[in-house]
């Protein structure tokens, strides 16, 4: 299996490390999870859309916002090109005492055989650009990438707000 981390800040690094979970209070106005099946550019479209209503909701300042829905648009169009099918999970809520967007995008395609080289920019096996990967790890504060050959694909970003 092939795992990058970012080493990201301290604070960041550490959460993960820990493995602690973001925590949603479905009591609170401003928190929210969502799961977003991804199989379609209809799918991706509600994914973008549900997206960002989740972080107007959130009052999440709109280049937090656009960062976090680019940063979905890059990893759905991912799923759907490179897996066919597979979901993302949006939570908004809080990790320790700070408010945080998480997105957990999963599929059970082919896999990536060698991350590092994903995560270089212009390294492309599908005729693209090879900016989206490499795209989403500068635009968020935290990147996790597990991906196993034939079995599929786990990528774990947040993003403070
Ligand atoms: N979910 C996935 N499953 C399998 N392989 C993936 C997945 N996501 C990315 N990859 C692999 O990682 C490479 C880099 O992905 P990245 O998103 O950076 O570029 P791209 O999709 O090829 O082009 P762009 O996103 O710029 O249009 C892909 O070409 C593909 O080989
Ligand atoms: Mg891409």
Redesign the pocket.
């Known amino acids: 299996m092939s795992r990058l981390r970012s080493r990201g800040d301290p604070v960041a690094t550490a959460n993960l490390a820990a493995s602690s979970a973001v925590v949603v209070d479905g009591s609170h106005p401003q928190q929210a999870v969502a799961v977003f099946a991804v199989g379609s550019e209809v799918d991706l479209h509600a994914l973008i859309g549900g997206l960002h209503r989740m972080l107007q909701a959130a009052q999440c300042d709109a280049l937090d916002a656009g960062r976090v829905v680019t940063a979905a648009s890059?990893?759905g169009?991912?799923?759907l090109?490179?897996?066919g099918r597979?979901q993302i999970t949006v939570r908004i809520g809080s990790l320790g005492a700070r408010p945080v967007c998480e997105l957990v995008?999963e599929?059970r395609?082919?896999?990536?055989a060698d991350v590092d080289?994903?995560?270089q920019d212009h390294?492309?096996?599908?005729?693209?650009?090879?900016?989206?990967?490499?795209?989403?790890r500068r635009l968020m504060d935290t990147f996790d990438l597990e991906?196993q050959p034939g079995a599929?694909?786990r990528?774990v970003v947040r993003r403070w707000l």
Do not use: K
């Not at 395609?109 to 990536?112: A, E, L, S, T, V």
């Not at 390294?123 to 989403?136: E, I």
């Open positions: 890059e990893l169009h991912n799923i090109r490179y897996a597979g995008a599929d395609g082919p896999g990536i080289r994903a995560l390294f492309s096996t599908g005729a693209g650009l090879g900016l989206g990967l490499p795209g989403v991906s599929g694909t990528v």
